[in-house]
Nanobody, 120 residues
Framework: QVQLVESGGGLVQPGGSLRLSCVAS????????MAWHRQAPGKQRELVAS???????NYTDSVKGRFAISRDYAKKTVHLQMNNLKPEDTAVYYC??????????????WGQGTQVTVSS
């Protein structure tokens, strides 16, 4: 069983920065993916950024050039550095890990979410 714990959310003014962190406990497959999603009130959850074990990254267009995802593979941790934050970035941010389970295939695990509020 994999558990994820996020931290780093909070209230920040427009133009400010926050760094989110997510630590995974339990075993992960050698090849896996860690990602950040977000869900604003009244909207669907969307993928913000992802990073595989080979270093490949993917970002949603609205955060390119402002957000950066990084991983510490040894510590099973993923970070999301968020710069030049905008009010439209306000959402609950969720960490996800996709890992391979023997005989069961790929499995997604989710964190409990951390609130990010961008407001003056």
């Amino acid at each position: 069983q994999v558990q994820l714990v996020e931290s780093g959310g909070g209230l920040v003014q427009p133009g400010g920065s926050l760094r989110l962190s997510c630590v995974a406990s339990g075993s992960l497959s050698e090849t896996n993916l860690m990602a950040w999603h977000r869900q604003a009130p009244g909207k669907q959850r969307e993928l913000v950024a992802s990073m595989t074990t080979d270093g490949s990254t993917n970002y949603t267009d609205s955060v390119k050039g402002r957000f950066a995802i990084s991983r510490d593979y040894a510590k099973k941790t993923v970070h999301l550095q968020m710069n030049n934050l905008k009010p439209e970035d306000t959402a609950v941010y969720y960490c996800r890990v996709r890992t391979w389970l023997t005989l069961r295939g790929w499995r997604d695990y989710w964190g409990q979410g951390t609130q990010v509020t961008v407001s003056s």
